[in-house]
């Protein structure tokens, strides 16, 4: 697979369309993976640049951040109040970012930013409090139904900390050398950019529901073309 051409699909493919898709978020659970998938293809965004400069510690990084959201995408999907805590989570997270910038940046710019706040979340919105919307990776996993996919963060997460453990999980020890690691990150960002296609089509599918626009014809068979183009 080109990745290269694999990602300047993807991009494209994004850009038409994660507009048209957000304007059908009309509920938390939809919001919530709007903002997974956008994350999601920020994060392999990052895996992509970072595999020509071996660094190998800082992909195996992202590729976690990439299961994190791949599975995170696929729970939200299952578990619609899983949705409502993400977007508390998320409201939390930007009024704590507002806290920070008072006193240090712009007043008018703090000041829109309280006003699109307000207008988003209501008045009360200093008032919600969750900093965090899972109970963790096992659970999302379970959630998820892909509990299998808990070996695979684990593995990530050590080898990320450089423990001989993690090294050996992913086969990455040893003699086979820095050629084989570097083979072991290219195999990484090759599943996650497939497996992000496939998070993609389920996300079109949670928003779009069973109401067959010509929209989402278009959206779908465009998206499919791209999946056989890119995994074929």
């Not at 994350?39 to 992202?62: A, E, F, W």
């Not at 020890?173 to 570097?182: D, F, I, K, L, S």
């Not at 949670?206 to 183009?229: N, Y």
Request: charge should be negative; glycine fraction near 6%; hydrophobic fraction near 40%.
């Amino acid at each position: 697979m080109d990745i290269d051409g694999a990602q300047s699909q993807i991009d494209a493919f994004v850009t038409q369309w994660q507009g048209p898709l957000f304007e059908r978020c009309d509920n938390n659970q939809k919001l919530a993976s709007w903002y997974l998938w956008i994350g999601y293809l920020m994060k392999l965004r990052s895996l992509r640049h970072l595999v020509p400069s071996n660094d190998t510690t800082g992909c195996y990084i992202m590729a976690r951040y990439c299961l994190e959201h791949d599975v995170a995408l696929t729970a939200v999907a299952k578990d619609a109040a899983l949705g409502d805590r993400y977007v508390d989570y998320d409201v939390h997270a930007k009024n704590k970012h507002l806290e920070t910038m008072r006193g240090h940046a712009d007043a008018n710019h703090v000041a829109g930013l309280e006003q699109y706040m307000v207008a988003q979340f209501g008045s009360d919105f200093a008032k919600k409090k969750a900093p965090n919307w899972h109970g963790g990776i096992p659970t999302l996993c379970r959630t998820a139904g892909r509990s299998a996919e808990l070996q695979m963060y684990v593995a990530l997460c050590q080898v990320a900390h450089g423990t001989v453990t993690g090294m050996y999980m992913l086969n990455v020890q040893g003699m086979m050398g820095e050629q084989y690691r570097a083979e072991v990150v290219r195999n990484l960002l090759m599943m996650y950019t497939l497996s992000y296609l496939k998070r993609t089509e389920e996300f079109i599918d949670l928003v779009f529901g069973s109401v067959w626009t010509p929209d989402q014809e278009r959206c779908s068979d465009e998206l499919i073309a791209m999946i056989k183009s890119i995994a074929l």
